[in-house]
């Protein structure tokens, strides 16, 4: 009996930790279930390089070319101001701060990842995007470059604890050769221990990469949601998840419109699958 | 730069800068939220139901609805991730299912927040026709923290000693009476942490419950798993971008809600997390 139910509970127990594998691959099932559905009426290719969207006019244009570009416009400009400051920020925690200061500092980092998108939105609504007008005289604050600085703020934690953990991970002996040797602090940071920790840095800046593609709700609120091939950062965008998350309950279920966004649900699933898995590849090559 | 101790000074003055840029704004939202949100807090802001098209009134079902959605989702997520920790840490071998297994965590944490939501509508509102409802809800936010408590009950049971094993095992205990009655108990502190901050991801995400769950406006509360529900993240996200002239109060007040929600139940995780840190008795 004993035997009986010590079997039973092993066989559940192995259930549940294949639960990972089945939900990441019923999702990528439901996704494709309901998304290849529109390539009935539109190729791949048009779909993904078509010039318009408007999805509701008759007949439906179904070109993701401007919500792709929206969304990598934005996810640069991101990375531009959350890259080099989030690697300083994670060098200064790592090897300058007093221990008290780094304990401050690292609360106050995780802190940021635990407010809500939509409280982060909303701030950059009301502070971010008048800020934006009036500093650059645009007609509107719902811009590409409105969306890129909350993203990069976003970005922040993800970078900034990765890569303090490639940089503590880096072997003590590494820096005290270099102290040794008469370099300063900086230069044995610079020279030795920044080079050393270099692939765990990258997997950080992946990672804080696959976390502003797919934000959604802060980057709907304020980069103005237009549908257009972007010309300049100070113009309104719409990314992605944007579109997903705007115009999914207006979609009628079964239309070519809810196929359609399932299909861009696809390429937001495969984008963000191949950054977590080269970040992982990178982050195993440490070890 | 010929004076090396002049360039680590300039260095190290960036450096701190970089770290000021990042902290100092996160200081700021908190600050501003308090101070802006809290002259809206009172009873009748918290008990009750939003009036004149949401410009006045409370925000109680969305305050109940959030409540709801987020005890549905622990009550999905926590066993199952629990016993997938125990799988990871005291069953699996270091073989290529193994790393399967820690890639799909990896892949299910990486999933954008609106496709769990196209999921969640694809799978338990359309398929399984639960409709635009608390389970549907549930369930999409279940899965989302689930690799949240995978990892980290899968660290607070790799932290008790290999040594506890081996005498449970000696004393003839079966394996899994040694992980339920020795292993188990002495990583719950580490496991409730992880349960926390799963609540508290839950109880901020909006775009998983916009198709599955979340209801623009109902004055009364939802009284079973299948009706709609309004949550606090998607109020934040109507009376701010899609109701015009809410007053600025209302709006803060709601944001102050929500944040003061979610950081109070990281705070609580963060404080269980000291208290067993400070007791771990190996």
């Known amino acids: 009996m004993r035997k009986f139910r010590e079997f039973f509970i092993e066989k559940l127990i192995l259930i549940c930790g294949l639960a990972a594998i089945f939900f990441v691959v019923l999702i990528f099932l439901f996704l494709l279930k309901e998304g290849l559905s529109v390539f009935g009426t539109v190729s791949p290719l048009k779909f993904l390089l078509g010039k318009s969207w408007y999805p509701i006019s008759e007949p439906a244009q179904l070109g993701i070319l401007p919500l792709i570009l929206g969304s990598l416009l934005v996810t640069l400009g991101a990375a531009a101001i959350s890259i080099p400051i989030g690697v300083a920020c994670a060098v200064y925690i790592a090897e300058i701060a007093p221990l008290k200061i780094k304990e401050v500092l690292k609360s106050g980092i995780e802190l940021l990842a635990a407010i809500p998108s939509v409280v982060l939105g909303f701030i950059g609504m009301v502070t971010l995007v008048p800020w934006v007008k009036s500093m650059f005289h645009l007609p509107t604050g719902l811009t590409a470059l409105s969306g890129s600085i909350m993203l990069a703020f976003m970005a922040m934690p993800t970078i900034v604890s990765i890569a303090e953990d490639a940089l503590y991970s880096v072997p003590k002996s590494y820096k005290e050769g270099a102290l040794a040797l008469g370099a300063t602090h900086w230069q044995a940071i610079y020279r030795v221990i920044l080079p050393a920790a270099s692939s765990g840095i990258l997997a950080a800046v992946m990672l804080g990469i696959g976390r502003v593609i797919g934000e959604t709700m802060a980057v709907m609120m304020i980069t103005g949601n237009a549908a257009v091939i972007p010309q300049s950062i100070l113009v309104p965008i719409r990314t992605l998840t944007a579109t997903i998350a705007a115009e999914m309950g207006e979609a009628v279920v079964g239309s070519e419109h809810y196929f359609a966004l399932f299909a861009v649900g696809i390429v937001l699933f495969v984008m963000s699958f191949a950054i977590n898995v080269t970040a992982d590849l990178f982050l195993h090559k440490k070890k | ?282």
Do not use: C
């Open chain 2, 1 to 282: 730069m010929r004076n090396p101790k002049r360039a680590e000074k300039i260095a190290f003055f960036f450096l701190f800068l970089a770290t000021l840029l990042i902290v100092v704004p996160v200081g700021l939202i908190v600050v501003i939220i308090i101070q802006k949100g809290s002259p809206a807090i009172n009873w009748q802001f918290l008990t009750d139901i939003p009036r004149q098209g949401m410009r006045a009134g409370g925000i109680l079902p969305a305050i109940v609805g959030t409540v709801y959605l987020v005890l549905g989702a622990i009550i999905f997520a926590l066993p199952i991730g629990v016993l997938s920790a125990v799988y990871l840490s005291e069953y699996a071998k270091d073989n290529f299912l193994t790393r399967i297994i820690k890639l799909a965590i990896i892949n299910l944490a990486g999933v954008p927040s609106v496709v769990y939501g196209l999921f969640g509508l694809a799978l338990f509102v359309v398929f399984f026709r639960f409709g635009a409802s608390i389970l549907s809800g549930s369930l999409t936010l279940g899965i989302m923290i689930l690799p949240i408590i995978i990892t980290t009950s899968r660290e607070a049971l790799e932290s008790v000693p290999y040594s506890f094993r081996e005498v449970s095992r000696s004393l003839g205990a079966s394996k899994w009476q040694s992980i339920s009655s020795i292993v188990l108990p002495n990583a719950i502190s580490g496991i409730l942490t992880g349960t926390i901050l799963g609540l508290g991801r839950a109880a901020g995400e909006t775009a998983p419950i916009l198709f599955t769950v979340a209801a623009f406006y109902l004055p009364q509360l939802p009284s079973s798993i299948f009706h709609q529900a309004m949550a606090l993240p998607y109020h934040l996200y109507v009376i701010s971008t899609q109701v015009p002239n809410v007053d600025e109060k209302i709006r803060y007040g709601t944001a102050l809600v929500l944040l003061a929600l979610v950081l109070f139940m990281n705070l609580v995780a963060i404080i269980i997390r000291y208290k067993f840190r400070k007791k771990k008795k190996w």
